[in-house]
Nanobody, 114 residues
Framework: VQVVESGGGLVQPGQALRLSCTFSGVTSSHYRVKWFRERRGRRELVAMIESSNWLTKIEAPVKDRFTISRGDVENSVFLQMNNLNFEDTAKYFC?????????WGQGTQVTVSS
């Protein structure tokens, strides 16, 4: 299984970015995709989407600004991030659980700076 994140970059406060997580080699129709971010040495969960029913969960710190959704091609997921602020600066990672393992990408850097 290969997982690739894309869409990161340098933005100003208040701007938006859409991250993509594209994965291949998953043969099961049931999988779970999570977005994490790593900042100041800590990795924290940001959002999750479940393929069985496309249920989504956004963590409280970003709940009003981030959304997670199916991508526009098979085996892809978007993380839409609006109204970005300095605290959102982090490396964002996508993990794909396709039972029994989790597969991770290399991450994509998001930097919010004025």
């Amino acid at each position: 299984v290969q997982v690739v994140e894309s869409g990161g970059g340098l933005v100003q406060p208040g701007q938006a970015l859409r991250l993509s997580c594209t994965f291949s080699g998953v043969t099961s129709s049931h999988y779970r995709v999570k977005w994490f971010r790593e900042r100041r040495g800590r990795r924290e969960l940001v959002a999750m989407i479940e393929s069985s029913n496309w249920l989504t969960k956004i963590e409280a710190p970003v709940k009003d600004r981030f959304t997670i959704s199916r991508g526009d091609v098979e085996n892809s997921v978007f993380l839409q991030m609006n109204n970005l602020n300095f605290e959102d600066t982090a490396k964002y990672f996508c993990s794909v659980w396709a039972g029994p393992n989790d597969y991770w990408g290399q991450g994509t850097q998001v930097t919010v700076s004025s």
